[in-house]
């Protein structure tokens, strides 16, 4: 990922307030286009203009062709405020944080994602990187907002199963583990979609903890087809399991790893 700094010149007088709610509207709109990631973005008035930092999938995440109708809008908008459209300045490559998929073709893709991830939850089924959504055609209203949504719900039950502090815990585990719950539901509706839009799999992945034993665990079914699944060897190291029919991934339960 790439730090880039967005800067907002001021041509007329304005007001902070009617800057900031100008700024963020571009920068929501960006953010669920998958132009930028994460859901920080500092904002420093200084000598007349503001700077916004943010993080981008790749350099040229930020080019007008990537941009959807929402950020166009947005970025019109403005002019209302006081303010011109944002200057942006690369300020180089992020050295923690995971690259990002420049496959032209991807031949397959894995909706994955943990509660520490910050990147995009949609993985090359090559290469196993994160995949800009920008690359993809926007899945919902002219975006990918309810793809962002699944994610961040994704993370917080992760969040609370792996804090394991309180009894929520396991209605959190049942949301990202369980071919039943409301989350699986919406991942899969997603999944589709995606598959829809791409003509390519869409592999969801399920996660695994808990089970009796880890020979028990390699004799596990497909939980929506109850048909052979387990792998040879990991796909990409971490999925030990997945069925090509109803295009699932999961893993060894981690209590057994």
Known sequence: MFVVDLTFDCYQDTTLDLAEVA????????????????DEFPTVLKDGYFITRVMCPLEDALHPLNHSPFVKHAIDQ?????????????IGQ???????????????????????????????????LPVPLYKIPAIANG????????????????????NGATRCEF??????SSTS???FRRGMDLSKRIRFLTKKPVYYYIYRVGGESFEAEKQRKCPSCHGEWALNEPWFGLFDFRCDNCELVSNISWDFQ
């Open 78 to 90: 403005l002019q209302k405020a006081g303010l011109l459209a944002p200057k942006v300045k690369v």
């Open 181 to 183: 719950s409301d989350l």
């Open 23 to 38: 700024i963020n509207r571009v920068v929501n709109a960006l953010r669920f286009n998958g132009q930028i990631i994460g």
């Open 94 to 128: 992020d050295i923690h944080a995971n690259g990002a998929d420049q496959c032209a073709q991807p031949s397959s893709y894995i909706l994955y994602t943990t509660y520490v991830h910050t990147c995009s939850p949609l993985y090359c089924g090559d290469d196993f």
């Open 171 to 176: 209605a959190a585990l049942e949301e990202i």
């Open 143 to 162: 975006d990918y907002k309810a793809l962002i949504k699944w994610q961040e719900d994704w993370q917080a039950c992760d969040q609370i199963q792996i």
